[in-house]
């Protein structure tokens, strides 16, 4: 079951989505293939540092964060990838590395890759490494209001 967070805040606007469960996973792209997503509509949360605050990168599973263009998107001085330590208790109810791409519940500035922006549904981590929500990109844009930019390329070889 998603985090009773995330679940009560979805059911309180009265977002559809559904909850697909897989088998233990920890990449982006590995749930995606278990969940049978398409990888540009598998939203993966980067923690990233941002001149010293902490906000999260969202973008599809398929492509990596260009910390370069973040920077140059946002304006900042810096912006790097979050050690786990700084992060892990922000997050109750959830397991590491699977917190879902809603900064607004946990008081941080949300950023997303206008590519996965294009999607009509987008799928992320639920909170947990074996389960994924799936729900329309609009209710996802209306109750997180992230800035969407362009920050995410393809992988290197």
Not at 11 to 24: A, I, R
Not at 51 to 62: C, F
Not at 109 to 120: F, G, H, I, N, W
């Amino acid at each position: 079951m998603p985090t009773a967070r995330l679940k009560e805040f979805l059911d309180s606007h009265e977002v559809k989505y559904v909850t697909l469960e897989h088998s233990k996973a920890f990449t982006a792209a590995e749930i995606a293939a278990l969940a049978h997503v398409p990888g540009r509509e598998m939203a993966k949360t980067v923690m990233v540092d941002v001149d010293g605050h902490m906000a999260m990168a969202v973008l599809p599973a398929s492509l990596r964060v260009s910390f370069d263009q973040l920077r140059a998107a946002i304006g900042a001085q810096t912006v790097m990838l979050s050690n786990e330590r700084d992060f892990v208790e922000r997050f109750p109810g959830c397991e590491v590395g699977a917190m879902p791409p809603f900064g607004n519940l946990y008081g941080m500035e949300v950023y997303v890759a206008d590519s996965l922006a294009r999607q009509e549904e987008i799928a992320f981590n639920a909170g947990t490494h074996t389960e994924v929500i799936r729900m329309a990109w609009t209710d996802y844009d209306r109750l997180v209001q992230p800035l969407v930019m362009d920050f995410a390329v393809a992988r290197s070889l």
